[in-house]
Nanobody, 123 residues
Framework: QVQLVESGGGLGQPGGSLRLSCAAS????????MNWYRQAPGKERELVAGITSGGSGNYADSVKGRFTISRDNAKNAVYLQMNSLKPEDTAVYYCNAQITYYRNYVRVSGNFWGQGTQVTVSS
């Protein structure tokens, strides 16, 4: 089976930086788009940034110019560099990816989510 494991959350100060990492494990054939979502208390989950297998990124307006998404295809990993943090960035951040993998020797595809990592921005 495939798993996405996130790391790097924690407490950041306003104006500071944090870097999130997410790595996929399993017998993976390919990974299409990789995304970061976030969900703040009492709010719906929202797309923060996404990146294609070719490296093209897109961002929510609220994070443009502050956050950078990147990926390492050799490591099946995606990263989110968060700079100029604001208190409103406080949320649980989730990694998401569309992955083609082998299950019982059969190639299948699925949409996977990480377990989430808490990011809190506060002085």
């Amino acid at each position: 089976q495939v798993q996405l494991v996130e790391s790097g959350g924690g407490l950041g100060q306003p104006g500071g930086s944090l870097r999130l990492s997410c790595a996929a494990s399993g017998i993976i054939f390919s990974i299409n788009t990789m995304n970061w979502y976030r969900q703040a208390p009492g709010k719906e989950r929202e797309l923060v940034a996404g990146i294609t297998s070719g490296g093209s990124g897109n961002y929510a307006d609220s994070v443009k110019g502050r956050f950078t998404i990147s990926r390492d295809n050799a490591k099946n990993a995606v990263y989110l560099q968060m700079n100029s943090l604001k208190p409103e960035d406080t949320a649980v951040y989730y990694c998401n990816a569309q992955i083609t993998y082998y299950r019982n020797y059969v190639r299948v595809s699925g949409n996977f989510w990480g377990q989430g990592t808490q990011v809190t921005v506060s002085s």
